[in-house]
Nanobody
Framework: QVQLVESGGGLVQAGGSLRLSCAAS????????MGWYRQAPGKERELVAG???????NYADSVKGRFTISRDNAKDTVYLQMNSLKPEDTAVYYC????????????????WGQGTQVTVSS
């Protein structure tokens, strides 16, 4: 089985920074893409940033210039550096992995972490 574990969430004042980490475990051979989603109370889950195995990235317009996604393929880990945080960034952030192949021949189309709370105060 594949498991995603997020860390780095917490409380921060507006203008501050947080760095989220998500590590995939389970004898991973390859992950096609990883990304971060977020869901605020009363709102739908939205893609914040994504990164493919080759390094190409995409961001939601609301976070461009402030957030940076990166990936360590050797460690099966994805990061989200969040700078200049705003109260509207407050949400539960979820790590997602897409197209997972394990060393034992298992394939998982998609896997989700449990989420980590990010709260930005004004």
């Amino acid at each position: 089985q594949v498991q995603l574990v997020e860390s780095g969430g917490g409380l921060v004042q507006a203008g501050g920074s947080l760095r989220l980490s998500c590590a995939a475990s389970g004898s991973i051979f390859r992950i096609n893409a990883m990304g971060w989603y977020r869901q605020a109370p009363g709102k739908e889950r939205e893609l914040v940033a994504g990164i493919a195995s080759g390094g190409s990235t995409n961001y939601a317009d609301s976070v461009k210039g402030r957030f940076t996604i990166s990936r360590d393929n050797a460690k099966d880990t994805v990061y989200l550096q969040m700078n200049s945080l705003k109260p509207e960034d407050t949400a539960v952030y979820y790590c997602n992995a897409q197209g997972i192949t394990t060393n034992y021949g298992r394939y998982y189309p998609s896997s989700w972490g449990q989420g980590t709370q990010v709260t930005v105060s004004s």
